[in-house]
């Protein structure tokens, strides 16, 4: 295990004192400076650490968080990541065991497979909202106000919360249902690591090629002519939908709720606002560089025509 001070009560209050042998956590003491990685379940790095850890320890599971402990994720005894998309796959398959056919509440920049693994296989509903774990919790509630069944709210990023839990954002909530998943199957079992875990996400597919670029808007830039980065960021997006409507390789998502969301080439692009920042994410999944490549291209295309947009990291990843 590994997070900051919050993760000490966990720790301490309720793994040790259940048994659990939580030898091989590490960089549990709080330094704001953060010494070892960015604490963020999503960072390569991050989750190289506990990967490490939980293979040199020989752990059946290994758990961490970000500094407020909102946001987690697991690594299986077999070093396999559990985060982003496989993190939601888990808990929807987990969710939805105890509330068959219950609709999964998740971000904007989760994947095709993630919603053909809900539906196909757990036979639940997924609804691709917006991004932002506040609007991922909202959805759900609302969702339920109108008679429509919804336990689980999450976000790639790791954040999520659930109904039980009242809504909460609560990472260690998150982890304490997978603690209690691979306990149970440990009592008829104990030699079996994490598998019970791994079974779960079993069927889950995924793209070869997944990236996030972030394309800045200059907001001093003359082209904004005086309005603001949200407008312009808007004409693009309204650019882009024009562009794709004329192009017979690639098709709109027909239910979106962020940004313009088009599939071809076997795989997927997302090109939204950023919650926050002077910033359009681009968010690719594809089955090849060359497939991914093609999707970039299509947005390349539109985005040109916009010299407040800076397409330095698009071009950069389309040279690599
Ligand atoms: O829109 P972005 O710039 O990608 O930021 C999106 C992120 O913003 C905040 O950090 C929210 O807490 C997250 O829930 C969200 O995922």
Same mark, same amino acid.
Not at 218 to 224: C, I, K
Not at 305 to 311: I, Y
């Given at each position: 295990m590994q997070g900051m001070e919050q993760v000490a009560f966990l720790w301490d209050k309720v793994l040790k004192p259940l048994?659990?042998?939580? $030898?091989?956590? &590490?960089? =549990?003491e709080p330094d704001g400076l953060f010494p070892n990685h960015i604490p963020n379940p999503e960072d390569k790095a991050a989750m190289e650490a506990i990967t490490q850890a939980v293979l040199n320890n020989k752990a059946d599971l290994g758990i961490i968080f970000d500094t407020d402990v909102d946001r987690s994720a697991a690594v299986d005894s077999s070093g396999r990541e559990l985060n982003r998309n496989r993190l939601i796959a888990l808990m929807s398959a987990i969710v939805l065991e105890e509330h068959p056919g219950t609709t999964v509440v998740t971000d904007s920049v989760t994947s095709d497979g993630l919603t053909a693994f809900i539906e196909k296989k757990l036979g639940g509903k997924h609804h691709r909202f917006k991004r932002g774990y506040k609007n991922v919790i909202d959805e759900a509630i609302r969702l339920n106000s109108t008679g429509e069944e919804s336990h689980l709210a999450m976000e790639t990023s790791g954040h999520g919360a659930l109904k039980e839990n009242h809504w909460l954002d609560d990472g260690a909530y998150m982890m304490v249902k997978l603690l209690n998943k691979l306990a149970g199957a440990r009592t008829l079992n104990p030699n079996i690591g994490s598998k019970v875990l791994t079974d779960l996400v079993e069927g889950l597919e995924e793209a070869a090629v997944t990236v996030e670029i972030r394309l800045k808007i $200059? &907001?001093?830039?003359?082209? =904004?002519k005086g309005g603001s980065f949200r407008d312009y960021g808007e004409s693009i997006l309204k650019h882009l939908e024009s562009v794709i409507s004329k192009d017979p390789n690639l098709n709109k998502a027909p239910k979106n709720h962020e940004g313009v969301r088009v599939s071809g080439y076997g795989g997927w692009f997302l090109l939204r606002l950023s919650l926050h920042d002077p910033v359009l994410p681009l968010n690719i999944e594809a089955q090849s560089k060359n497939d991914a490549m093609k999707l970039g291209l299509a947005v390349l295309a539109a985005a040109s025509?916009?010299?407040?947009? $800076?397409?330095t990291a698009l071009n950069k990843f389309l040279q690599q």
């Open positions: 048994g659990a042998v939580t $030898d091989g956590s &590490q960089f =549990l $200059d &907001q001093n830039h003359a082209d =904004l025509e916009f010299s407040a947009l $800076d397409t």
